[in-house]
């Protein structure tokens, strides 16, 4: 058999968040805002907030273990890691090279890092399924890990309460078997509106100095309105095109998994497909969003859960900083418990 007639499917899933529930009501001591205000504009009671000391390469590695030992497997299995993340344990290296060491994977295997945002999970899963489908790489951990709580200014009411940290990642795996696992996909960006959503200090454009960090320009920036009406009509259109793509109407996604940005996103995404939000798993209430695994966690709660049932039909859409944005259909395989 040709290996570019190999499928791409979700061996394994896994997951970690930190121990620590911030609630509404703690930040509401923190600044101007109310559990009110907030649950109602967002949909979010609280978020985990990683201890000092608990990075993204830590609770990506968690993830992944829990993955690898669902499925049975060992480091040793793994040929290929890619880890999406916009909040990076340092600039360089990768957090993947970090993560690599601390999974104990080979060292034979090429290991990095997609910086997308919160669609990272979107395109991490797309770059592993070209590489893979050419053959070269059997099994690949793409992990969605941010410590969004680093970049967020606590002083800051309109973005502190919508960010949270944690970790997911999935075990993809090669099959010859057709129509099965990842089957169709699209990604975007739109370079001009970066500004909407953007951190600009830090980089090698503006270095961290006194100035700088007195500033404030090491925290995460949003134009809340704006992104909320890109995000909605990126995100539908995402859906509409991979669908039209697949050759498969909206009725037949038994699931539809986004990005957890905002349950009034959600909403009007859902309402745009004209599909019900009972087939809009969210956990946006526990753990608001958590940027690129955002994706992994929802798909593992909601397979948990026991309602994504083996061939399922299952739309991942994605939107974040960029901007950018991803969809990818997938018919879903039951993973080892
Ligand atoms: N508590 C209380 N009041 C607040 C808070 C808060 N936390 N934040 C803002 N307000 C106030 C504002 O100051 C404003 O007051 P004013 O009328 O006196 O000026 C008022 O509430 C309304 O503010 P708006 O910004 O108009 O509120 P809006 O209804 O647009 O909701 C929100 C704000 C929740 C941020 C919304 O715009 C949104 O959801 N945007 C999308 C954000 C998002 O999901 N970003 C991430 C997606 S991409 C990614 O994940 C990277």
């Not at 290991?111 to 770059?127: E, K, R, T």
């Not at 790489?137 to 919508?162: A, P």
């Not at 969809?327 to 039951?334: G, I, K, N, Q, Y």
Request: aromatic share 6%; hydrophobic share 40%; net charge neutral.
């Amino acid at each position: 058999m040709s290996s570019a007639e190999l499928s791409v499917f979700i061996r394994a899933i896994g997951v970690h968040t930190p121990e620590r529930k911030l609630t509404n009501a703690e930040l509401s001591k923190m600044v101007d805002t109310s559990d009110e205000w907030i649950k109602t504009r967002s949909g979010i009671a609280e978020r985990r907030i990683a201890a000092p000391g608990e990075n993204p390469s830590d609770m990506g590695a968690k993830a992944a273990a829990k993955a690898l030992e669902r499925a049975g497997l060992t480091p040793a299995d793994v040929d290929l890691l890619i880890v999406a993340t916009m909040t990076p344990d340092v600039p360089f290296p990768s957090t993947a090279c970090l993560l690599q060491a601390k999974l104990g994977l080979r060292r034979d295997i090429p290991c990095f890092d997609v910086s997308a945002a919160c669609s990272g999970f979107v395109y991490a899963l797309q770059v592993a399924k070209d590489m893979m489908r050419s053959g070269a790489y059997r099994r690949t951990l793409v992990i969605g890990s941010e410590k969004l709580s680093s970049v967020v200014d606590w002083s800051d009411r309109t973005t502190c309460v919508l960010f949270g940290d944690g970790a997911g990642a999935v075990l993809l795996e090669t099959t010859p078997e057709k129509n099965v696992g990842l089957l169709g996909n699209l990604l975007g960006a739109d370079g001009n509106n970066s500004e909407l959503l953007h951190c600009i200090g830090g980089g090698s454009a503006a270095p961290a100095t006194t100035d700088s960090l007195r500033d404030g320009k090491h925290f995460l920036r949003m134009n809340g309105k704006e992104v909320f009406r890109h995000a909605v009509r990126v995100m539908a259109e995402s859906c509409e095109r991979v669908l039209a793509q697949c050759d498969v109407k909206s009725e037949q996604v038994a699931w539809f998994i986004p990005h957890q940005a905002n349950s009034r996103i959600l909403e009007a995404v859902a309402s745009q497909l004209n599909v019900g939000m009972d087939r809009f798993p969210s956990n946006l209430e526990r753990y608001g969003n958590t940027s690129a695994a955002s994706i992994p966690l929802a798909l593992e709660e909601a397979w948990t859960d026991g309602k994504l049932k083996h061939g399922d039909l299952v739309l991942i859409v994605a939107f974040g900083a960029g901007l950018t944005w991803g969809a990818t259909l997938l018919r879903w395989h039951e993973p080892p418990r």
